[in-house]
Each structure stands twice: as C-alpha cells, then as structure tokens.
C-alpha cells in the first residue's frame, strides 16, 4: 500500500488579482502562505519518502512551507517543469473579468472549460495531460508500485490531468472537478495502484 498526497499551491498573488497565472512565476500572498501553512498542519503525523513539485515559485513555496510545518526538511524533492500549472499562452497575465469583456463570455468558458480546446498560444487540458502523464508514470508511478509514500505540489490543471488518470474520470467529469488551493487529496494505493480511498482533507 502507498500513499499520494496532491496539493495545489497556496493562493498567489495573481489568483487574488483574478489573471491568468499558466506559466508566469509569481509569488505566494500572505494568505497564500498560511493557506500551505494550514495543508501541512492537516497533514501532520504523515511521513513522505520524497516530493515532487513544479518548477515555479509559488509551487515550491508552498511544499516548503508544508515540510517545514510537518517536520520533513529533509524530505528529498525532485521540482520538474513536467508539473508546471497549463500555459494559458496569449491570456497570461490578462484579468479574467477584462478577458471577457474582449472576448465575449462564451469564448472564454470554452477556453477555460474545454478540455481540447487551447487559447490562443497555450495549452488545453488535453495538452496538460499529455506532458504530465508520461512524467508521471516513467517518474512517480514506479514508486508507488514500490509502497513509497509521496507528496506532489504542483498546479489546479496540472493536477486535474493526474486525477483524472488516477480516478478514470472522462473529459466531462475532471471539468467539473475543482481543487481548491492548498488543500491536500490523499490517496490509498494498493500495488497496481488501484484506489483503496480517496479524499479531500
């Protein structure tokens, strides 16, 4: 049996300011830090034999923030760009209410909430999923099998696309699925990473 902890990082200061984040690497708000001060505290008592996480800051920060308060500074982390939150190209750093506002609504929550769908310059979910998933069953799914415990704190799409795998979930399902920031979901795995259980603490 093994365990899997995802977590989505902390309010940044760019979800306050309602943008478009994908790729641009942008601080945690001080909310943001007591948000993945607060997942490590409903965290604690569990122990991780290694951490992954994406390459950008807010990510980082936040894992940091959750070793720090359960007492796993030295948890080896492996950060990839693998993880990184979906690139939501031409729109990035755009205010989502200005967005519709050009755009129209329409095409906006087609942007957003198809799942093959990409704005102009990014990526759609499918386009997530497909960077993701290789990393994750060439890197982090051989560990499991093994019975190691894992924690990973990436991004809300990034982390779609693995719920999505882990929990079969079709295109209409994981768009409707919503991981709020830093709020951990555990998963019980057995060998053939079939779920034992699943929620969200």
């Not at 965290?43 to 994406?54: E, Q």
């Not at 796993?72 to 939150?85: F, G, I, K, R, S």
């Not at 031409?90 to 198809?114: C, P």
């Amino acid at each position: 049996m093994s365990r899997l902890v995802l977590v989505r990082h902390g309010q940044s200061q760019w979800n306050l300011e309602n943008r478009f984040t994908g790729w641009v690497d942008v601080d945690l708000t001080e909310k943001g830090k007591e948000e993945a001060r607060a997942a490590g505290v409903k965290l604690a008592g569990m122990t991780f034999d290694r951490a992954f996480v994406s390459g950008l800051r807010r990510a980082a920060d936040t894992l940091t923030l959750i070793l720090e308060e359960i007492g796993q500074n030295e948890c080896p982390v492996t950060a990839d760009p693998a993880l990184n939150e979906r690139m939501y190209g031409e729109l990035q750093g755009l205010n989502k209410d200005e967005t519709i506002a050009r755009f129209g609504a329409d095409q906006v929550h087609q942007w957003r909430r198809s799942y093959d769908i990409p704005p102009p310059g990014g990526e759609s979910l499918k386009d997530t999923a497909a960077r993701v998933l290789p990393y994750f069953r060439s890197t982090i799914e051989p560990l499991l099998r093994a019975g190691q415990n894992l924690l990973v704190v990436a991004h809300g799409n990034s982390l779609r696309a693995l719920i999505m795998e882990l929990e079969q979930l079709t295109p209409e399902q994981i768009l409707q699925f919503e991981l709020p920031t830093a709020t951990p979901r555990i998963y019980l795995l057995n060998q053939d990473l079939g779920i034992e259980s699943a929620q969200t603490i």
